[in-house]
């Protein structure tokens, strides 16, 4: 019984979606959410995996090869990326004494716009991208930065004590996963926010000690997320280094690899995240590709007026079981063009804000 049930289910996920929601959003079937490359189109080299690639998982790395594993995530509205400096964290990040991770899901505030997805990564901690030293008791850790999701907005001074306000202010006010992109009509949906205006007063008075929070564009053009948690998985711990290093090979003849150490506008920012679910199908990497930023036929970047408009996530692309050999292809295909190159082995989910597709 439970065979059958499973394998009805994979069935619905490949086939068609549903009727549209109250939100205008649909639930997408595997092949409908994101297009396929096609050697038609696309040439050849999708069909075949990177011929130069030296890099090997460890022989006993072994995973799950056999599950459907499309539409097995849950869907989430915003994403928080907090930057810890660290590769590994406690097994659940939010029992991090002290921790922002920890005053966010203890917070007293919490999101009115749906699930918020909370990641710890290694993005750089303020004081350690600028050089500065900080001076602060063992008790008090230094203000940090979190990226917020679909918005691309990064919100700097962020300590446990205004955590509350970051979600009043800046979590709750940003556009989801579920909201059409301002360039896609309708343009008057409920659903569709803009993200906060830097100056924004905050919605809860900060006491004297605790620091002003602030906010700025993300310069990154897409973001590549890697599970790098081998607390809860040695695998996630061996694949996130060495496809880091794979993927930052085929986009440095780019000139499009970049992290929070190199703020030019553009480009692709690869981060390690803590556990985000199905390490037995390592690697799990996570792609956001903001709209129209490959001239791959999202929303124009400049709006009638001429002015610039909001340039927020107009996907996400979950895969998985990726190992080195897809870096190439994942680089040509699906970070430039949006397509996917192995969606039966690879594809978990993901969102479509043109399409306002889901895979939940």
Known sequence: ??????????KLSLGGGESARENGFSRAGRDQLFPQTDPAVDGDGCLHDCESCTIKYPRRFTIDTSDQIYGNIKGWETHLIVATGKTDWVRDVADEKGSIMEAVDRSRVQPTNGKLKLSASDMPLPHELHSTSVSTSQSQRPPTTVLLLPAFVLVDNVVPANVPDLIATYVNACPTNTSPL???PPLTRTT?????????????????????????????????????????????????????REFERHLR?????????????GGVGIYFINHVGGHKYSANVLLYRRAGAFGDGGPPTKAADGGEKPNEAMQCIWLARVRPEDCE??????????????????????????KQLVSW
């Open 329 to 354: 292809n994942i680089v040509r295909y699906t970070i430039l063009k949006g397509k996917v190159v192995k969606p039966d082995r690879q594809l978990r989910g993901g969102f479509d804000r043109c």
């Open 253 to 265: 003849p780019l000139g499009l690899a970049r992290d929070l150490h190199d703020e030019r506008a």
């Open 1 to 10: 019984m439970a065979s059958s049930i499973k394998g009805l289910f994979g």
């Open 192 to 244: 569709s926010r803009s993200p906060p205006a830097p100056a924004s007063p905050p919605s809860l008075p900060p006491s004297l000690s605790t620091p002003q929070l602030t906010s700025r564009p993300c310069p990154h053009a897409a973001l590549i997320l890697l599970c790098s948690h081998k607390t809860r998985d040695a695998r996630c711990g061996q694949s996130a280094p060495l496809l880091r």
């Open 182 to 184: 301002p360039a896609s």
